[in-house]
């Protein structure tokens, strides 16, 4: 009976040496990757409107549009 309880400490020792070496490796994956994963620089919200905006708003390139569009802008402020 005895051999039997010293053979599963065993098997559960080699399991828990098992996950502590996972762990081990992920957490030095971690630390390598760490740095890498700060330096990619994430646009700003503001960055983001702004190039939407130039995406979805081209500029007017015909000229009587571009004076109608004034003008509905004028009659809009008065």
């Not at 559960?12 to 994956?29: E, P, S």
């Amino acid at each position: 009976m005895a051999l039997a309880a010293l053979n599963g400490g065993i098997i559960f020792l080699i399991i828990l040496g098992a996950a502590a070496v996972i762990a081990l490796v992920a957490f030095l994956i971690y630390l390598y990757l760490k740095p890498k994963l700060k330096k990619d620089d994430k646009p700003t919200d503001e960055q983001i409107v702004r190039e939407e905006m130039e995406r979805i708003l081209k500029p007017i390139d015909d000229e009587e549009t571009a004076k109608a569009v004034e003008q509905y802008k004028d009659e809009d402020e008065d």
